[in-house]
């Protein structure tokens, strides 16, 4: 009888099959905050309209479609946000009879149970953020289709959330790790409610190539011929063999070359770049067979470097060799609003981007010199043209983005002795033992909470709104983007930012600083009117980290919410006094407005896009204004 090779060895299939994450205890504290995060996030985007008791107070009760009712305590804070205790969620004792099989995914029939509870309450505890979509589907407004694929989606992301509970550090440990390291340790966009769904990843891939599973690995590599392969690389690495002389050892290049020539083929004819293990197998054999099979792709082997995924999942850090370029390849995965491939275009000119964005620094003394802001730019890319799909317009624009790379300065090397940097999203962590990341580094700094607070809008502020004003240029400077630098008492000192070609955007408004502004550049480049443009800071910086950081310093530091939101608006003021030759320009973008747009995230995946494919990639929905904390009648202190 013939032997047939084992498709894992016993090794490997325990690995496969271990899942010590997946426990009840586990799972139910991250199934508790992730409800609590769905209720706080659907009511500030007014999906759901809780009620207010009668006679005021913090407890609002919300009825589900089947006719219960959940109670719960929520402070309500700046922008008109909810926060809401996860401990306090409660199914009211009259609703408690499971929902009809009509409202159940499951169509099960069976006996209602009544979960444990104190009866002189009337209600017990409820947790399950997957239930709530069921029993509310009609109250949150889905169809049928979304909310079958948003209940995989936000599975999914309780699933890698219990795999970070299960390995959490304490604030004290996370505060020693590297950059690099500190990734893996991050919860995710704090305003997404389905921030870690990865559709399209199995469970082994999730504890293979996500950064909760902190596991290094090395990037295999593919020669694609000039044919169908385009370069481009800043002044310094302007032709490939600059970028491989820096990114490869000799002996592997050496090596590259011999495979193409063992196939007959001159190495001079083709680029070479890595791919991610996943991608070239769900995507690029599949999609470009034929080019594989007619040679203009051919696969080589992993060079030695270890590198680990960061929170974008696609963009890994080379921790063998800090001095070498971070690596962002397409993923064609779909995770928060859209698939997280390459756009070819985009590709094509981040290096160009990088140019224009760095020279306004380096030309710019308050840039440069005060504020030390680092860019780190996308100095060089590689794309590949998909012969069919790169030519059909209304095909679905995930079919466009399938193969390329792009190479990013490292951080390491910009730093100064004695300097660490860690993404703004860590502020917003909290340990197991409820201590607040935040409270760690402020203690250690030697501060008291407001002067460290002080520091941080001193070091994150001044540069972006630079950029803005002077430049009509802004970054999105949302967690994952935004880096703070500290200084070796863990002060924060200075700006570090990344994510040019996908997150810059400009004045529609033409302003004498665009004039220098290549072509390739003001052709690639996303712009929006002045009244807009100001949304990348307000949505992308003070709604989307402000707002959940003001309430854990108050919290945690002691600092009113009103105190904090003070400090943000006098580090405006007083860049505003900074430069007055700029006033018509605070005017033309008004951070200070008494209100502004309230961007949706969640609204979009619930009732805009779904999860349909599209020609063109998703954006924010908008609904309705909100109140601006920074307006002078909003109660702050001058």
């Known amino acids: 009888m013939p032997k047939y090779p084992a498709s894992h060895d016993s090794a490997e299939s325990a690995e496969l099959l271990s899942t010590p994450e997946l426990n009840r205890t586990v799972w139910d504290g991250a199934a508790a905050r992730l409800l609590a995060k769905m209720l706080g996030q659907f009511a500030y985007e007014e999906v759901i309209e809780p009620v207010g008791e009668a006679g005021g107070g913090d407890t609002y009760t919300l009825g589900l479609d089947d006719g219960g009712a959940l109670r719960f305590s929520a402070r309500r804070g700046v922008y008109g946000s909810w926060h809401i205790a996860p401990d306090s969620i409660l199914e009211m004792r009259g609703s408690i009879p499971r929902a009809p099989a009509d409202a159940r995914p499951d169509g099960d029939r069976g006996p209602t149970t009544e979960p444990s509870g104190d009866p002189d309450t009337g209600a017990v505890p409820f947790r399950d953020p997957l239930q709530f979509l069921v029993r509310a589907r009609r109250l949150l407004g889905v169809d049928g289709a979304t909310l079958g694929h948003l209940i995989r989606e936000i599975t999914t992301t309780l699933t890698a959330d219990a795999r970070l509970d299960h390995t959490a550090l304490t604030a004290a440990r996370l505060a020693d790790l590297d950059y690099a390291e500190l990734e893996g340790h991050q919860t995710g966009h704090p305003w997404l409610v389905a921030n870690k769904g990865r559709l399209g990843l199995s469970a082994a891939d999730a504890s293979r190539y996500t950064p909760e599973a902190r596991r290094p690995l090395t990037l295999p590599w593919i020669a694609v011929s000039t044919r169908i392969a385009a370069y481009r690389g800043v002044a310094r690495l302007a032709g490939p063999e600059q970028l491989y002389a820096q990114e490869l050892d000799p002996s592997v290049r050496d090596s590259f070359a011999a495979v193409l020539r063992s196939r007959g083929l001159d190495p001079g004819s083709y680029l070479c770049l890595p791919v991610h293990p996943w991608q070239w197998d769900e995507w690029i054999?599949?999609?470009?067979?034929?080019?594989?099979?007619?040679?203009?792709?051919?696969?080589?082997?992993?060079?030695?470097?270890?590198?680990?995924?960061?929170?974008?999942?696609?963009?890994?850090?080379?921790?063998?060799?800090?001095?070498?370029?971070?690596?962002?390849?397409?993923?064609?995965?779909?995770?928060?609003?859209?698939?997280?491939?390459?756009?070819?275009?985009?590709?094509?000119?981040?290096?160009?981007?990088?140019?224009?964005?760095?020279?306004?620094?380096?030309?710019?003394?308050?840039?440069?010199?005060?504020?030390?802001?680092?860019?780190?730019?996308?100095?060089?890319?590689?794309?590949?043209?998909?012969?069919?799909?790169?030519?059909?317009?209304?095909?679905?624009?995930?079919?466009?983005?399938?193969?390329?790379?792009?190479?990013?300065?490292?951080?390491?090397?910009?730093?100064?002795?004695?300097?660490?940097?860690?993404?703004?999203?860590?502020?917003?962590?909290?340990?197991?033992?409820?201590?607040?990341?935040?409270?760690?580094?402020?203690?250690?700094?030697?501060?008291?909470?407001?002067?460290?607070?002080?520091?941080?809008?001193?070091?994150?502020?001044?540069?972006?709104?630079?950029?803005?004003y002077r430049y009509g240029t802004v970054f999105s400077p949302h967690g994952e983007n935004a880096i703070v630098v500290f200084d070796d008492q863990d002060v924060p000192v200075r700006l570090a930012i990344k994510d040019f070609v996908d997150d810059v955007n400009i004045s529609a408004q033409p302003l004498p600083e665009h004039d220098s502004m290549p072509e390739d550049v003001r052709r690639i480049l996303l712009t929006e009117e002045p009244s807009f443009l100001t949304q990348f800071i307000q949505s992308g910086l003070f709604i989307g980290v402000f707002r959940f950081l003001s309430p854990l310093c108050e919290e945690q530091l002691g600092v009113p919410e009103v105190d904090f939101w003070s400090l943000v608006r006098a580090e405006i003021l007083r860049h505003h006094a900074r430069f007055p030759e700029l006033k018509e320009r605070f005017e033309m973008f008004d951070l200070l407005a008494p209100r502004i747009e309230r961007l949706c995230l969640n609204r979009n995946r619930l009732h805009v896009d779904g999860y349909r494919d599209r020609p063109q990639r998703p954006h924010a929905a908008i609904h309705g204004t909100v109140p601006n904390p920074l307006h002078p009648t909003a109660g702050v202190r001058e």
């Open 285 to 468: 054999v599949p999609i470009f067979a034929p080019a594989i099979a007619a040679g203009d792709i051919v696969p080589l082997h992993a060079d030695a470097d270890l590198r680990l995924p960061q929170q974008s999942i696609r963009t890994f850090s080379n921790v063998a060799r800090p001095d070498r370029h971070t690596v962002k390849l397409p993923l064609s995965i779909l995770n928060t609003l859209v698939w997280r491939g390459l756009p070819t275009e985009r590709t094509l000119a981040a290096p160009a981007v990088t140019t224009w964005v760095q020279g306004l620094r380096d030309q710019d003394a308050f840039l440069r010199d005060t504020c030390q802001v680092i860019l780190l730019g996308e100095v060089a890319s590689v794309t590949v043209e998909h012969p069919l799909y790169d030519h059909l317009p209304e095909a679905p624009y995930q079919f466009k983005e399938i193969l390329g790379a792009i190479w990013r300065e490292p951080l390491q090397p910009r730093l100064a002795p004695g300097e660490r940097a860690r993404t703004l999203a860590s502020l917003l962590h909290t340990d197991p033992q409820g201590r607040a990341f935040t409270a760690e580094l402020v203690a250690r700094s030697g501060l008291t909470p407001t002067a460290w607070l002080t520091h941080l809008f001193a070091a994150l502020l001044p540069p972006l709104l630079h950029f803005l």
